[in-house]
């Protein structure tokens, strides 16, 4: 699954050279691009990730779905806790180990999210890694089968496996059955958010690119972004002076 990732990036940043740079969103320069990956990838979501989605939430009981969410959350929390590091977070850094720590053991192996009832949970990851130390997210990037992206975020995926157990685990069956197990519990969690797209007229590609861009924006500033710089722009230029 790690050999597949980087192959998929490697060959998506690749054809993106045949790709018109003329997209209407500066940050999306690809976007003739983009958008036929966008359609293959719902085509495949439709067809098989969708429907086995679907059984998974039929046929999972909620408590089992939690034992699922909270264990793939306990293995995320290691690469959270490697990426705090990485950005000098060490305060930060220590309640995430904790927080692996105690849901390791006290959890039964992260079935069970001890550590939340005192230990908040963060997200980092190497993409954010990346711009905490000033590099720009690059062109947005819709990867095949992948989804959203950046150019920075793509090359996060792929630093972010040097900390994955999952990616670490050497029986390459059991790595891949995690690997699917996780993504189907992924894909189970967005069923519910669903409706607010397909509930109103909007540019699906469009709504998921912004909020991907907004939402990654927001998480390498820690929720405070610095204000537009070009905000004044769209202030009348000729404002006539008081009498």
Same mark, same amino acid.
């Given at each position: ?12 940043? $690749? ?33 098989? #990730?969708?429907? #086995? ?39 930060? $850094?220590?309640? &995430? ?16 999210? #001890? ?27 819709? #990867? ?58 909007? &540019? ?23 204000? &537009? ?11 006539? $002076?008081?009498?």
């Amino acid at each position: 699954m790690n050999l597949l990732r980087i192959l998929l990036v490697i060959t998506t940043v $690749a054809t993106t050279g045949c790709a018109s740079t003329h997209g209407k969103n500066p940050a999306d320069p690809l976007e003739p691009f983009n958008r036929k990956v966008y359609q293959f990838n719902e085509t495949v979501d439709k067809a098989i #990730v969708k429907p #086995v989605a679907q059984g998974y939430d039929n046929v999972m009981p909620d408590t089992g779905k939690i034992l699922v969410i909270n264990f793939f959350s306990n293995l995320d929390d290691v690469v959270v806790t490697a990426n705090d590091l990485l950005q000098f977070k060490l305060t930060q $850094a220590f309640s &995430d180990s904790m927080r692996v720590l105690v849901n390791s053991t006290i959890g039964i192996g992260g079935l069970v999210d #001890v550590a939340s009832r005192n230990i908040d949970k963060h997200n980092e990851d190497f993409g954010l890694t990346l711009g905490h130390w000033g590099i720009k997210s690059g062109p947005y990037l819709e #990867v095949p089968l992948l989804g959203p992206s950046t150019f920075r975020d793509s090359v996060g995926d792929i630093g972010d496996t040097q900390f994955s157990l999952i990616a670490r685990t050497k029986k390459i069956r059991t790595r891949n059955q995690l690997y699917i197990t996780k993504a189907i519990k992924r894909r189970a969690q967005l069923l519910g958010e669903e409706g607010v797209m397909e509930g109103a007229i909007i &540019d699906r590609y469009a709504f998921i690119r912004d909020a991907y861009l907004q939402r990654r924006e927001n998480q390498v500033y820690d929720g405070n972004p610095p204000q &537009d710089i070009d905000n004044e722009d769209s202030m009348p230029q000729d404002t006539p $002076a008081a009498p």
